[in-house]
């Protein structure tokens, strides 16, 4: 898929993402994935300026999801971001893999990885890899990933004000999920 203009794009169950999309230059691109659409996608920004912002969410206690997400930064000034939230239950299996690499001769590039996962129980699990590859050295790039469990402080905490465990890890779930789902709301 070649996007040269700017547009958002929402994956979901009944809208299968492409395994490679090309971005051109001054084109911003949000692709949105629900998590019933799991990406496993190539993304190269050809033309100079061209952006692409990715937003995965997944909520699951069975079965096994994967985001896998490859950005190449082939041109100047281009920008990729993926922000990835990816909640395990039950006995669900989570990987979030994000590739990044920026070619020579890339000026200004720039690329965020925030992967993040939250882990309910001793039999749930998630994975998740950032990885950079930078041939360049006048760039910008950022990358993180923090797996882990419910906080049992906080939910102690939340317990103790008198609210049942079950609304209680409800809440957490809630807030972990409320930033970037905030995000997609607004865009």
């Not at 992967?115 to 129980?121: F, S």
Request: with cysteine; charged share 20%.
């Amino acid at each position: 898929m070649n996007i040269d203009k700017s547009t958002t794009i929402f994956y979901n169950n009944q809208n299968i993402c492409p395994p490679h999309i090309t971005i051109g230059g001054g084109a911003v691109v949000q692709l949105v994935f629900d998590g019933h659409s799991t990406p496993d996608l190539n993304v190269d920004l050809l033309g100079d300026g061209g952006q692409c912002h990715l937003y995965y969410v997944a909520n699951f206690t069975h079965n096994t999801h994967q985001c896998r997400v490859h950005f190449q930064h082939h041109a100047p000034n281009t920008y990729s971001q993926i922000t990835a939230r990816m909640l395990a239950d039950g006995d669900g299996v989570g990987y979030l893999y994000a590739t990044t690499t920026i070619h020579p001769k890339c000026d200004n590039a720039e690329t965020k990885q925030d992967l993040k996962g939250l882990v309910m129980n001793k039999n749930a699990k998630i994975e998740g890899r950032p990885e950079l590859f930078i041939h360049h050295d006048i760039v910008k790039a950022a990358h993180g990933c923090a797996i882990g469990g419910i906080d049992e402080n906080q939910l102690f905490y939340i317990i103790s004000r008198g609210i049942d465990r079950l609304t209680a890890r409800q809440l957490l779930c809630d807030g972990f999920l409320g930033e970037i789902k905030e995000q997609i709301s607004q865009l």
